[in-house]
């Protein structure tokens, strides 16, 4: 079945420091990709989607570009400050099969000031 | 702005006990869904639905059974509460058009099965 692939489940970086979180996914479909982010105490947001039509999404200083060659769609961000600490979700959307949407388990990022 | 609505906002229940949480949202979206967050695993679609009076299985549906009378109004219900469904549920909606399809999450229900 479809899944996706978060390996890092923390991340802590000091301020200005460089991002990245690995996502893989699996689907025998035409995936829709996104990144949600979740503050404490609230329920996850979209961050940044991208489509296979567009390959790459960005938003509010993070990027992520989708690879079909290794099913890959890592997220970054060139100088990351306190406040992005949150958790951040990888998920993707089969819209030609069940069209529901899949989940990571999750990288908690904290960065230290 | 979206606004999905979920209550309780936690709650405490006992073993065998039933559970019903709620879910209520003002977007006039096709789809809903309940997910489950733990540690460890991330989250878990439980049931999802694309229509008022229908409803699908997610990954992980069983203990749970889902109840969507309206478009605004989507409930998860645990009949038979235990242990190992303390979680924090989170409910969602979302358009299925083109690219208008993100998902719309509540604030979260703590759930502490006792």
């Known amino acids: 079945g479809d899944s996706v692939i978060q390996m890092q489940g923390q991340v802590t970086l000091s301020e200005n420091d460089f991002l990245f979180i690995n996502c893989t996914y699996s689907t025998t479909g035409y995936p829709t990709l996104f990144w949600y982010v979740q503050y404490s105490g609230e329920g996850p947001q979209l961050l940044l989607q991208?489509?296979?039509?567009?390959n790459k999404g960005s938003s509010r200083g993070f990027e992520a570009t989708y690879d079909k060659g290794t099913t890959s769609f890592h997220l970054q961000k060139t100088s990351v400050q306190e406040i992005d600490s949150a958790v951040y979700y990888c998920a993707m959307r089969d819209i030609s099969n069940t069209n529901k949407v899949v989940f990571g388990t999750g990288t908690r990022l904290q960065v230290l000031p | 702005e979206a606004a999905v609505t979920q209550s309780p906002r936690s709650k405490v229940a006992v073993t065998g006990g039933k559970v019903t949480l709620s879910c209520h949202q003002t977007n006039n979206h096709d789809y809903m869904y309940w997910y489950r967050q733990d540690t460890g695993h991330g989250l878990r679609l439980i049931h999802y639905s694309y229509v008022a009076d229908s409803t699908e299985k997610g990954d992980i549906p069983d203990g749970y059974k889902a109840s969507r009378p309206s478009q605004e109004n989507f409930s998860l219900i645990l009949e038979l509460a235990s242990l190992s469904q303390t979680a924090v549920y989170f409910c969602?909606?979302?358009?299925?058009?083109?690219?208008?399809?993100?998902?719309?999450f509540g604030a979260g229900t703590r759930l502490s099965v006792l």
């Open positions: 969602a909606s979302s358009w299925d058009r083109g690219s208008q399809n993100t998902l719309y």
């Open positions: 991208v489509t296979t039509a567009n």
